[in-house]
């Protein structure tokens, strides 16, 4: 199983960045995607999650109406679309798969918002 990020940089407040997370070695489709971000001394948060198929996308109150997660099942590929950032959103962003009920994780992506 491999999930790699990729998108992070930095940006000015009020700017958007779209992240990336390429899967392979498992069933795509039906795995749970979501993306999952931490800071330095606290617990990682989750931030957006997607259902293989059907049901509702969860998000963390804080990124409501800023951010959209989404997946490309033909690509293999799960976003993060996220939009008017703030410089609180600084952090490492890591994708998340689960499947057959086991957790797979990335490597996370590091996004830095700052003027």
């Known amino acids: 199983v491999q999930l790699v990020e990729s998108g992070g940089g930095l940006v000015q407040p009020g700017g958007s960045l779209r992240l990336s997370c390429a899967a392979s070695?498992?069933?795509?489709?039906?795995?749970?995607m979501s993306w999952y971000r931490q800071v330095p001394e606290k617990e990682r948060e989750l931030v957006a999650r997607?259902?293989?198929?059907?049901?509702?996308?969860d998000y963390v109150d804080s990124v409501k109406g800023r951010f959209t997660i989404s997946r490309d099942n033909a690509e293999n590929t799960v976003y993060l679309q996220m939009n008017s950032l703030k410089p609180e959103d600084t952090a490492v962003y890591y994708c998340?798969?689960?499947?057959?009920?086991?957790?797979?994780w990335g490597q996370g992506t590091q996004v830095t918002v700052s003027a």
């Open positions: 070695g498992f069933t795509f489709s039906s795995a749970v």
């Open positions: 997607m259902p293989s198929a059907g049901g509702n996308t």
């Open positions: 998340r798969a689960v499947t057959n009920r086991r957790r797979y």
